[in-house]
């Protein structure tokens, strides 16, 4: 069951001994909006793409134990994902993950947070947001 996760606890996360691509991974799946900043570690997988890509991510990611997924408000694009990938990945490797969504996505992480924090926001423009 995907679960939400708040911004403070990504960032506790982040700036943990936790490895990215290891122990956890943030998939944004913002289309074009991606180009405005991001999530510092986070991998972009498009929305528009992400239904052909989600076998080839399930495989690539199926030992690592926590996955979360965002995109600008994680109102529509970045839970649909998160949805789509868990159904997937306990299909083909059983339930041995969590999967989370970014409440209130990337705007609110970057926005109301860390817009500020080179460890957890990189390539912020100002100009988008």
């Known amino acids: 069951m995907v679960q939400g996760i708040i911004g403070s606890e990504l960032a506790k996360l982040i700036k ?57 408000l994680s109102q529509e694009r970045g839970p649909k994902a998160a949805r789509i990938y868990e159904e997937t990945r306990n299909t083909l490797h059983g339930k041995n993950h969590t999967v989370y969504v970014l409440q209130g996505g990337f705007v609110q992480f970057g926005q109301s947070y860390f817009k500020d924090d080179p460890e957890l926001v990189e390539n912020w423009r100002e100009v988008i947001w």
């Open 16 to 72: 943990s001994a936790k490895v990215p691509d290891k122990d956890y991974l943030i998939v944004d799946v913002r289309d074009e909006d991606w180009k405005g900043g991001n999530i510092k570690g986070s991998r972009n997988h498009p929305s528009q793409r992400f239904l052909l890509e989600v076998d080839d991510l399930v495989e690539r990611t199926k030992d690592v134990p926590i996955m979360i997924f965002h995109c600008a």
